[in-house]
């Protein structure tokens, strides 16, 4: 767990709150919902509400500084937090802060696949859990055998969490549990998270411009 927090992840965590804390004073959990409107990920395809406009580009980005509640908001950036700053100093500022915005942007735009072929109403969705997950598989990579406790209670390896993780999404997903979480933007996050990690090894057809070592 890191003691010193750098740069980016110190920012991304000031934005969320910060973000968090306008929803709170603007009433945003109520209508009209002034920042969840035009700022969450609305599906894809015109809207069946005269009040809300639908999706817009820039929401790949800003849902992910958008959470839906007290407890959303601290694990995300409890997560942030603890995997944040650890896969920063391997990474340096600028990778990083790449990094987390494809996972953002990846789990974006798995989310809304999803819910263009397999659509449940149209709700939108928020929060930065497309870019933790990310940062949780770059932590499992970087730093296999180092112990993350499962429930808060049980040591086990990073990258034996990762995995468990990763199929528990997968489960949770294909069979809808937990209804209004939003399991396939997670594993978006994981997967173009991984995709740029082996873009980064030179393990894909087209040759890095920056190399990593794991």
């Not at 397999?118 to 497309?130: D, I, N, Q, V």
Request: contains cysteine; glycine residues 10%; aromatic residues 16%.
């Amino acid at each position: 767990m890191p003691i010193r927090t750098p740069p980016v992840t110190r920012a991304l965590l000031i934005a969320n709150i910060l973000v968090f804390l306008l929803q709170m004073a603007l009433h945003d959990s109520q209508p009209p919902y002034p920042l969840t409107i035009p700022f969450a990920l609305w599906p894809l395809g015109p809207s069946p509400y005269s009040d809300v406009a639908g999706f817009e580009l820039w929401q790949l980005v800003t849902y992910a500084f958008l959470h839906g509640g007290m407890s959303h908001i601290l694990f995300n950036m409890l997560a942030l937090w603890m995997f944040g700053g650890p896969v920063e100093e391997a990474f340096e500022a600028r990778p990083f802060a790449l990094y987390y915005f494809v996972c953002v942007i990846g789990a974006a735009l798995t989310q809304l696949v999803v819910m263009h072929f397999f659509p449940s109403g149209y709700f939108p969705t928020l929060g930065a859990s497309g870019g933790v997950f990310g940062l949780l598989l770059a932590y499992g990579l970087l730093y296999p055998h180092h112990r993350i406790l499962l429930y808060f209670a049980i040591p086990i390896p990073a990258r034996l969490f990762v995995v468990l993780y990763g199929i528990l999404e997968l489960v949770l997903g294909v069979t809808g549990t937990q209804a209004g979480v939003a399991h396939f933007a997670h594993l978006g996050g994981l997967a173009f998270g991984f995709l740029l990690i082996l873009y980064w090894l030179g393990k894909l057809p087209w040759k890095p411009r920056r190399t990593l070592r794991l």
